[in-house]
T-cell receptor, first 112, second 114 residues
Framework: QKEVEQNSGPLSVPEGAIASLNCTYS??????FFWYRQYSGKSPELIMS????GDKEDGRFTAQLNKASQYVSLLIRDSQPSDSATYLC????????????FGKGTTLSVSS | KAGVTQTPRYLIKTRGQQVTLSCSPI?????VSWYQQTPGQGLQFLFE???????NKGNFPGRFSGRQFSNSRSEMNVSTLELGDSALYLC?????????????FGPGTRLTVT
């Protein structure tokens, strides 16, 4: 069974620090990887997508992918209290990209 | 461009009833996926439709069904509701023409079964 694993947290960091969120996946054939942010009571919001090994940066966010280790991470630089949310890692379940498998999410708390 | 819309936003039903939820994708998107989110199981894939055809289905009982119309709008139906069906139901849209394209979620429908 294909799985995506995340530490549930909570991960607590002070304002201005770097938050590091990690995710592992079981299907070596997975091709597409996504990070979503979900505030309490809201729906998931896409933050980053990554498809190739290495780093991808977008503003304060950097996604890192290592397919050999089946590992994907999200770094949030200069963390702000508004970053406090649950971060969901998602991986394509099939080659056609029709479905995502989600991890249970990591709760991030940024204190001011 | 308008985002994904879902109606209704909240719904309360009684065990044994059926329910229909609606989703309108982002303009130009032809793929609609449905997910169930519960505190215990997290986000789980229900099914995906593209050009009115179901292309993929998750591990849910046959009480869960869906369809897509020619304008890409989609509905999902749950028959014979059970207490365990209480959840946030999310739909997500994407263009559907590339296997790597990103999915964008709607606000969800919060279903409570009593």
């Amino acid at each position: 069974q294909k799985e995506v694993e995340q530490n549930s947290g909570p991960l607590s960091v002070p304002e201005g620090a770097i938050a590091s969120l990690n995710c592992t996946y079981s299907d070596r054939g997975s091709q597409s990887f996504f990070w979503y942010r979900q505030y309490s009571g809201k729906s998931p919001e896409l933050i980053m997508s990554i498809y190739s090994n290495g780093d991808k940066e977008d503003g304060r966010f950097t996604a890192q992918l290592n397919k050999a280790s089946q590992y994907v991470s999200l770094l949030i630089r200069d963390s702000q209290p508004s970053d406090s949310a649950t971060y969901l890692c998602a991986v394509n379940m099939d080659q056609a990209g029709t479905a995502l498998i989600f991890g249970k999410g990591t709760t991030l708390s940024v204190s001011s | 461009k308008a985002g994904v819309t879902q109606t209704p936003r909240y719904l309360i039903k009684t065990r044994g009833q059926q329910v229909t939820l609606s989703c309108s994708p982002i303009s130009g998107h032809r793929s609609v996926s449905w997910y169930q989110q519960t505190p215990g199981q997290g986000l789980q894939f229900l099914f995906e439709y593209f050009s009115e055809t179901q292309r993929n289905k998750g591990n849910f009982p046959g009480r869960f069904s869906g369809r897509q119309f020619s304008n890409s709008r989609s509905e999902m139906n749950v028959s014979t509701l059970e207490l365990g069906d209480s959840a946030l139901y999310l739909c997500a849209s994407r263009p559907g023409t590339s296997r790597t394209s990103e999915q964008y979620f709607g606000p969800g429908t919060r279903l409570t079964v009593t």
